[in-house]
């Protein structure tokens, strides 16, 4: 049974740093990926991990966040650096059983989400 639960939003200030998490309840061979949906706008992947721990960004945070996973423990993390304002957005992890992400980064390329957490950046 695949779960994925987000945590770690919050109001935080411009500038600052925050680290969202994921409890994957997936196999090893998944693709996993953060998303975000803002108000009024698509929904935007932002980062994807191989099961073979490559890691892909999306141009509009690639040098600010980073992907990881603790796989002991099934937790997709979100590293975010320098927040902005732009940055507030609902944020969701997602998954996909193809093991390679490639580079896909629309909403219907996968399978499971979460219920997503809110980050707002003011």
């Known amino acids: 049974h695949v779960q994925l639960v987000e945590s770690g939003g919050g109001l935080v200030q411009p500038g600052v740093s925050l680290t969202l998490s994921c409890a994957a309840s997936?196999?090893?061979?998944?693709?996993l990926a953060w998303f975000r949906q803002a108000p009024g706008k698509e929904r935007e992947g932002l980062a994807a991990?191989?099961?073979?721990?490559?890691?892909q960004y999306a141009n509009s945070v690639k040098g600010r966040f980073t992907i990881s996973k603790e796989k002991d423990k099934n937790i997709l993390y979100l590293q975010m650096n320098s927040l902005k304002p732009e940055d507030s957005a609902m944020y969701y992890c997602a998954a996909d059983p193809r093991g390679m992400c490639g580079d896909r980064w629309q909403e219907r390329d996968y399978t499971y989400w979460g219920q997503g957490t809110q980050v707002t950046v003011s």
């Open positions: 997936v196999p090893d061979t998944y693709c």
């Open positions: 991990l191989d099961s073979d721990g490559r890691m």
